[in-house]
């Protein structure tokens, strides 16, 4: 059985995962907002989210998991009837896909695995990481072909980062990490040098 590197308070992450056998997650618009919802739920009491992107058949998410401290218990939900005795990061993101499948299975009438395989993770241990890996996240649609330019693309966080509406988002920090607005735009237009991100680069 693979063992996978436990989510650690107070670190940054990204998340990803596809669909069994590189089949689709995602049906139909009401997919993405639904699986939206359910994020809401059960990851953002949790964990600060600063970028994320969904795909046909897969996704992306950069989050950073709160620190014990910051978790207030009672806002957390959970799809089973037990609550744990003690927060696993972890446990909120399997809830999450457990509860995406089953309602994806009931209104589609399909059975068995959505996903492929547990959730894969990788630490972000730099800002320089970071920053890369947030234009990679909202990179993804065009590096796929799903779009010929970043800001076309509906199920991303670029847009919403731009944007004055009320967020979840780290919307603030994610700025800060580019310096404004302005450079933030100028960096997500201008070629990247792919060597710099090659460990990034995730093909499914």
């Known amino acids: 059985m693979e063992i996978k590197t436990p989510l650690e308070f107070g ?63 009672s806002d957390l939900t959970y799809n089973t009837t037990d609550r744990p005795k003690t927060i696993e990061p972890y446990r909120q993101f399997s809830h999450l896909f457990n509860a995406y499948t089953q309602a994806i299975n009931k209104r589609h009438r399909r059975t068995g695995s959505l996903f492929e395989r547990k959730f894969e993770r990788k630490q972000v241990t730099s800002e320089q990481y970071l920053k890369q890996l947030i234009f990679y996240i909202h990179n993804n649609p065009v590096h796929h072909g799903f779009a010929s330019k970043i800001e076309l693309y509906t199920w991303s966080s670029y847009e919403t980062i731009l944007s004055n509406r009320p967020t979840r988002l780290n919307r603030e920090d994610v700025l800060e990490v580019f310096g404004g607005t302005e450079n933030f735009t100028l960096y997500h237009n201008e070629p990247q040098n792919w060597n710099d991100i090659e460990e990034l680069i995730i093909d499914f």
């Open 11 to 73: 670190q940054y992450y990204h998340i990803y995962n596809r669909g069994n056998n590189g089949n689709d997650l995602f049906f139909e618009p009401d997919n993405y907002t639904y699986f939206l919802r359910l994020y809401a739920k059960y990851i953002v009491p949790i964990a600060e989210t600063y970028a994320w992107c969904l795909l046909k058949n897969h996704f992306h998410i950069l989050v950073r998991i709160k620190d014990k401290n910051e978790i207030i218990t």
